[in-house]
């Protein structure tokens, strides 16, 4: 079946360090992927998303490239601000399903 | 109003008690989805609706859950003789389209809390 493995948090970073938080993943066929975040309080929201083998998803300084090979889909942000502490969820979905496969969860926590 | 709603926001529910959670979707939205995330964990399907017809259930754990959106606008979760384990936060999302996940945006309310004690 289709599964996410995403790095376990809290991940703990001064502003301005580098981020990268794991992701892969397990699915039959040729998966769309994304990166969810869940900032305090508010509903999870789509942050990128990368629907072929290559494709990377980029939005609000952070990046993630679909990589066939490792099965990977890897969170990055060259220089992290104490506003982008929240929860990180990435996800999937398989070809012609509106279903999405969560992986568990990363907190990311932003010090000043 | 401007985004997905749901209420109530906090249900706590005596074991064996039947709960029902309300999605109002963004206005005009075609799709709709049940998620239920444990604590510590992502979210997981639970059921969609694409109008009034709900055209996947394969997520609901039990006979015990039951979703409805009979008008294809608001949508009803109702857990019937609620078991500690159903303790969660259960999140509505809709879409505009029917597409699947990769073309169309899918917009999470915030979620509604249901401990059973």
């Known amino acids: 079946g289709n599964s996410v493995t995403q790095m376990e948090g809290p991940v703990t970073l001064s502003e301005e360090a580098f981020l990268t938080i794991n992701c892969t993943y397990t699915?039959?066929?040729?998966?769309?992927l994304f990166w969810y975040v869940q900032y305090p309080g508010e509903g999870l929201q789509l942050l990128l998303k990368?629907?072929?083998?290559?494709d990377k998803g980029s939005n609000k300084g952070f990046e993630a490239t679909y990589r066939k090979e490792t099965t990977s889909f890897h969170l990055e942000k060259g220089s992290v601000q104490v506003s982008d502490s929240a929860v990180y969820f990435c996800?999937?979905?398989?070809?012609?399903?509106?279903?999405?496969?969560f992986g568990s969860g990363t907190r990311l926590q932003v010090q000043p | 109003g401007a985004g997905v709603s749901q209420s109530p926001r906090y249900k706590v529910a005596k074991r064996g008690q039947d709960v029902a959670l309300r999605c109002d979707p963004i206005?005009?939205?075609?799709?709709l989805f049940w998620y239920q995330q444990a604590l510590g964990q992502g979210p997981e399907f639970l059921t969609y609706?694409?109008?009034?017809?709900?055209?996947?259930k394969s997520g609901l754990p039990s006979d015990r859950f039951f979703a409805e959106r009979p008008e294809g606008s608001v949508s009803t979760l109702k857990i019937q003789r609620t078991q500690k384990e159903d303790s969660a936060v259960y999140l509505c999302?809709?879409?505009?389209?029917?597409?699947?996940?990769?073309?169309?945006?899918?917009?999470f309310g915030e979620g509604s809390w249901l401990t059973v004690v």
């Open positions: 990368a629907t072929k083998a290559d």
């Open positions: 999302a809709s879409s505009l389209y029917v597409r699947d996940a990769s073309g169309n945006t899918i917009y």
């Open positions: 996800a999937l979905s398989r070809t012609g399903r509106r279903a999405l496969t």
């Open positions: 609706f694409q109008n009034e017809a709900q055209l996947d």
């Open positions: 699915a039959t066929g040729y998966p769309s």
């Open positions: 206005s005009g939205h075609v799709s």
